[in-house]
């Protein structure tokens, strides 16, 4: 039996070092035979939250995130982000009316939306000071 594999990253939150955490992302995904399909929908929602950090919780002036990633094989990829940006849990957004015609439709939540679509796990914990968001996501292959 295989042990899970983890990716540890200490990140300044900002939006400008984003790149360059999914290029390393992209490749320790590949070395551990993480399905591409799991790989670039995870990534997907990783860059919402962490897009998020960056902009809305340290407000473009950066600050501390961490992220830890784990792939359980044959397919299932989780991930712990713990910032100390203000509390906001993102779980309690109102959904996203999808279905409302574009001028209709509130600003923002969209992509919260969507990271809760994809998800299979998406918990919120505020810890002392820190922001914790887990999520994860199995692919079923066909």
């Given at each position: 039996m295989n042990h899970p594999a983890?990716?540890?990253?200490?990140?300044?939150?900002?939006?400008a070092e984003l790149p360059a955490f999914f290029e390393r992302l992209e490749g320790w995904a590949e070395e551990h035979g993480?399905?591409?399909?799991?790989?670039?929908?995870?990534?997907?929602?990783?860059?919402?939250?962490?897009?998020n950090v960056a902009t809305h919780?340290?407000?473009g002036q950066g600050g501390p995130v961490s992220v830890k990633v784990v792939f359980d094989e044959?397919?299932?990829l989780s991930a712990v982000l713990r910032d100390q940006a203000p509390p906001?849990?993102?779980t309690?957004?109102?959904?996203?009316?999808?279905?409302?015609?574009?001028?209709?439709?509130?600003?923002?939540?969209?992509g919260v939306h969507f990271v809760k679509k994809?998800?299979?796990?998406?918990?919120?914990?505020?810890?002392?000071?820190?922001n914790e968001v887990s999520i994860s996501r199995t692919w079923a292959t066909p």
């Amino acid at each position: 039996m295989n042990h899970p594999a983890e990716l540890q990253c200490t990140l300044s939150g900002t939006v400008a070092e984003l790149p360059a955490f999914f290029e390393r992302l992209e490749g320790w995904a590949e070395e551990h035979g993480v399905p591409v399909p799991l790989a670039s929908s995870f990534g997907l929602m990783l860059d919402e939250l962490l897009t998020n950090v960056a902009t809305h919780g340290y407000a473009g002036q950066g600050g501390p995130v961490s992220v830890k990633v784990v792939f359980d094989e044959p397919a299932t990829l989780s991930a712990v982000l713990r910032d100390q940006a203000p509390p906001f849990d993102p779980t309690t957004l109102v959904a996203a009316d999808v279905e409302a015609a574009l001028e209709d439709r509130h600003v923002g939540g969209l992509g919260v939306h969507f990271v809760k679509k994809l998800a299979e796990r998406f918990v919120y914990r505020r810890d002392g000071a820190v922001n914790e968001v887990s999520i994860s996501r199995t692919w079923a292959t066909p």
